[in-house]
């Protein structure tokens, strides 16, 4: 399970290393892409492809699925670690996100995201108000 927060700078060549503790899981293969709130995911190869099930699941006539399935899966990449543990983010990926110089990374369950700090900081100050918290947890049964 990917927890916690890291920040790490993001090199001229769109490198960025991956926390120590989440390196094993990487190794196997994994895949980054535009992700919802405007940052970038990165996934496992297992988690990529139990998403991509459940993605494959849902219906082709549906306008938001159709939505969805191209923005995930055409802006993805395949990356690898270096030895180093760190991987590269592609030059679109990272215009995307805004990353230039610095990443926050964020365990997010399944997965990574890789945020802008001014970015992540707003959004995270968001989700620190309790009554945005509440507000976003109604209905979801926690």
């Known amino acids: ?18 926390p120590v503790r989440f390196r094993a899981e990487l190794g196997v293969g994994a895949l980054v892409t535009k992700w919802i709130d405007g940052c970038l995911a990165i ?36 990356v690898v670690l270096d030895r180093q543990g760190r991987l590269v983010v592609p030059a679109a990926l990272r215009s995307f996100a805004g990353l230039d110089g610095e990443a926050v990374v964020v365990g997010s369950r399944d997965h990574l995201e890789l945020w802008e700090p001014t970015r992540w900081e707003s959004y995270s100050a968001q ?14 049964g926690i």
């Open 127 to 140: 989700m620190d108000s309790p009554e945005v918290l509440a507000q976003h947890l109604q209905g979801l």
């Open 43 to 78: 996934f496992p190869r297992p988690a990529w492809d139990e998403l991509a099930a459940r993605v494959a699941r849902l219906p082709v006539t549906d306008a938001g699925a159709r939505v969805f399935q191209r923005f995930i899966f055409g802006t993805a990449f395949e």
């Open 1 to 18: 399970m990917f927890t916690g927060e890291y920040r790490h700078t993001v090199d001229d060549k769109g490198r960025v290393a991956v």
